[in-house]
């Protein structure tokens, strides 16, 4: 179990945004552990000494450096540019990639193969023809939770969701869109699974890849979108690499996780019985860890929905190339027309791939002609039927069916900008509340932040650590901050700092809130379900524009579309934490006569701590993973850079600020992350 | 139990190996089709403007229902499809704003890109006020007041000081030189997209608010909102050189067509028509309309051009 709970709780982005329900449940069992206990320990004798040490050490250092090197900014003769060389290998590899053997003869297979795979899956569901499609996602869905009763509202929400793609007239940029999906996703579980694999078994292996993990989460795209075009050329390739870089950790991480928390009896079982390892992986480990490692395949599904418009930025086409030619005419209409069917893809994924893990371990009546093999056969005769009924309806779905949204939709945007921007009575309206926030918010955060010392800053980033975890959490943490001052981009990475904690406030403050009332209230969950779905899967580009209506271009609108991403996430592992709070204790507690806030306050809370913690460290992963997104609607700094190395072409540029992002995530993550070598 | 799960690794397996199968045999259809039609089928960039995308509109209709071409339109950032052009993974640029750097890289010292000629169009970067600003303080169209009203620009980003607004980090910028340069009590904050900065900026009209913005023609927008420019030092050849020192306004840019080198020498009709095309900001702009303000898509915009104006397009066919 402790090895369980070190890998759920650990690093920032080692539990994967929690994209669906199913999550927490595998979260909490482990999370739970971990509570108060440490956390009483860490608060009575450690923290003075620890100070104390901090304060010697300051004492002899900050003078020093604060003389060598001044008290302003990160000082200049600390920072390494490394845009020069980065720039360079840029031109490399553009002057070498038609020679050099290392392209010819491997790279440029990679990136046939790639274009070939995809355009391969695309014919096919393009010669099923729209009926085979349609139907055989329904029946999967269906087979997959079941068939039987228990397997219709699957099969019905499968059902609605190609309806809807077809209705809205995007039913082939689907199907290309399903196409990149199908083999991002099989490489992307692939490949996690290998990783998966090496780290569950070994330690060391383990050690080494979570850093690696991490960063390929946390690194934006847009970084290394620019790099995967210079190898690969604009189009599939590059579009299909940034996703399986991106969806793979998730597999990677629940693989690890399902491996070692196999229960450790029957391991030993499996042993005595003569097993060789390979028997014993085979038999008891990896069907042991099926559960895990199935949810870990409906995360890296979500992630890589996630990727859908960025991947269209380098020309792989589909929803996201819908989603993002809506802008340059600013039409938000057309971008929901096309936002929409990627949330329906996503719902019909993971109710599927939820519901088929939920099925695992709970044993099935044996026989009837709805289970095992006879299942599947009846769904696949179901498809190829509908296969052939493709030469009655046609392959293309039937274009009298589909429902133009985008007038109405925009006319409904302006409507609303309008009467909420400004001009109500009382509240003001939101631009009132922008400007407002900014003047006596952001910008007294910003300022006070760059007016720090730099050495004040390490010190202050140095003792958050310490508190909450080792010596080592805290040494990682320095060094990551003092990294962004090395790479030259300390002031910009303030400012993004004080976006990304000012939207993670928000996003507590609001999640923690809508949690409770959310554990209080399960209808008003169920309710809450898919609109908690469509604000985590639809892409943020859909958005931009009524943000911006309503905000302005200002940092505030990039935090609105922050906590919009965010909150979801939190929402739920609060709920979730709360609901699984003992009864027994809510029970002992309402009988000593608490009132239900006392309750409330005095004992769920704390004894929900852990999912409060993991919620605010998934909210950090959350925030920062769209500061990025946040620079197109005057987000400004990092994000922006990062945005215009890609645009631009200047790979110094991009990369810089991109890892400099992956370093804040990593101070936040340190002091957000509470002491986890303990027990 | 046991057996089960050989049969289903074993149909797993199976299962893989008619995909991987059917992935190779796909993609020798692939590439067959490709070279079957390959002569006959142009690949051309859609960037993210609808100027631009008004010219790959209009000369993708006129290749596939005058000469017969199959054409392939793909969506991608500006940089991003000049290293494309090089690749010969598409075949033209229709619409350049001037790219130094690339131009330097990948015409003069890889000879992968050619000339395609003048588009026709002139574009012109400046900034801008409203009309309505403008008719109640005339002399703001000078840059030497706009100090004066530096209040009026400002918002909660630009801290005290008036804001400039700015766009996409696609689009070439010296403003932030020239404020400094020129000493003006101006900020400039990115909006970091198009989309973004046209938001804000209609938003703003709505309200009748002053602002100030960096601002372009030929643009679509310029059909709906009346902006008036504000004069800038005047531009001299050469005065842009040291970015660090700029302090004068943009050049006139002549939009340019660059073509992949291969193309422009076997791509027969294909190429030459795309060299040929050539029209004027008005006649764009009718088009860019169609397609932003009445929210047509392309193709039927550029349909509908195209059978209005057939003496225009007429010269642009190759000459038999």
Redesign the interface.
Known sequence: MAAMTAAVTTPASDETPDKVPGTEKARDKAGRPATGRSFQDLMRHPVKGKLLVLAALAAVLVPLSAVVWGSGPWPGALSVDISGPLDDAN?WV??N??SHPLFLYFLLHLS??A???V??VY??LDAMGWTGVFAAGVLFAWRAAGLGRGGVKVAATAFGAFAVCGLLGMWDATLLTIALMVVAVTCAALLGVLIGLAAGLSDRVDRLLRPVLDTMQVLPAFAYLLPF??VF???TPAALFCTVIYAAPPMARLTTLGLRGADPAVLEAVTSLGASPWQRLRTARLPLARKQMLLGLNQTIMMALSMVVIA????A?GLG?EV??A?????VG?ALAAGIPIVLIAVWLDRTTAAAGDRIGRSTPGGGLLHGRSGWALAGGGVVAAVLLRFVAGTAWPEGWTFAI??PVNKAQVWI??NL??GIPVLGGTETW??HF??WVL?PMRDGLTALPWWAVLLLVAALAWLVGTWMTALTATLAMAAIGVLGVWTKSLDTLSQVLAALVVTLVLGVLAGIVCARAGRLERWLRPVLDAMQTMPQFVY??PV??LF????V?AIVAAVVYALPAVVRITAQGLREVDPAALEASRSLGASTRQQLLRVQLPLARPALQLAVNQGVVLVLAVVVVG??????AL??DV??G????EMGLGMTAGVAIVCLGLVLDRITQPARKRG | MNRTRTLRTAAVAAALGVLSLSACSAAETGKSQEAAGGEKTVKLTVPSWVGAQANTAVASYILEEELGYKVKTQQMGEVLAWDALSKGDIDAIMEDWGHPKEEKQYVEDRKTVVKGGDLGVEGHIGWFVPKYFADKHPDVTDWKNLDKYAKEFATAESGGKGELLEGSPDYVTNDDAIIKNLGLNLKTNYAGSEAAQITAIQKNVKAKKPFLTYWWTPQWLNAQVDLVEVKLPEYKEGCDADPKKIACAYPNTPLQKFLNADFAKNGGEAAEFLKNFKWTTEQQNEVAKMIAGEKMSPEAAAEKWVKANEATWKQWLPKK
């Open positions: 031109t553009i002057d990639r038609d046939n193969t274009t070939d795979a355009s391969g014919s096919v075009v210079l050329g604009t189009g269209a930025l380098v020309g086409g190339e993002y030619s802008l340059s005419t600013v039409d057309k985008s007038t900008t309008e921007s400004s922008s400007e900014t003047l910008n931009l524009i911006v209506a302005g271009v200002a940092r609108s620079a197109l609607v005057g987000g400004g994000g922006y945005v215009k890609l645009s631009r072409g």
